[in-house]
């Protein structure tokens, strides 16, 4: 069987606090798998997954960052040229709710004008310790002008869903002229953004908790 040809390259960053589960939702994407305990991201970690959107084949080019405050300055310089980004926090953590302007400020200053943004609130399987409602959450995602949807990295629930929406959100806004892409895009591939792969993913450093 012949294989599609991609369609369009897209840079996406999945950021937010630590322990929310970052990298166990791209581990949980491009794996297929879940560890309970998964090693803290030290400044970022690559990813590439293809996501079949009606005739199209979209590679997503994922950078999950670090969610440690000492990190951050690192984690930041990532965001430039991102076509869309996944905001996450723990729906058992209200902690991690709270701090959510600050990265989505971060988002909206350093990544390409009108980026699509989804924000994700993860563990949704942990509904016994649930700290953050899902009206709380729709209602922030409404004053800021971005979508919501809850996922678990540790059943998989919405995890596909999750990037396959924000892929759909980034093709519309491209389609709809609200996000300029690079003028190397070709009359076969209108909506291609060339981004230089990683030469290289970084190490990253043993400790207990999702990143």
Known sequence: MK???ISATYKIVV?????????????????????????STVGVEFKSF??????????????????????????????RNAIGAILVYDISNVVSFDSLSTWLNDLQQLCIPNAFI?????????????????????DYAQQNHIEFLE?????GNNVNEAFT????????????????VNPLAT??????????????QDQRKNENGCC
């Open 3 to 5: 294989t599609k040809a």
């Open 15 to 39: 950021v937010g606090p630590s322990g929310v589960g970052k990298t166990a939702l791209v581990q949980r994407l491009v794996e297929g798998t879940f560890q309970s305990e998964t090693q």
């Open 50 to 79: 293809i996501v079949q959107l009606d005739n199209q084949s979209i590679k997503l080019q994922i950078w999950d960052t670090a969610g440690q405050e000492r990190f951050k300055s690192v984690s930041k310089a990532y965001y």
């Open 118 to 138: 989804l924000l994700v609130g993860n563990k949704s399987d942990m509904e016994s310790t649930r700290q953050v409602g899902v009206q709380q959450a729709q």
């Open 151 to 155: 996922t678990s990295a540790m059943n």
């Open 165 to 180: 929406r924000l892929t759909y959100g980034i093709v519309n806004r491209v389609k709809n002229g609200q996000i300029q």
């Open 187 to 200: 009359k076969s591939s209108p909506f291609k953004i060339e981004q230089e792969e990683p030469k290289q």
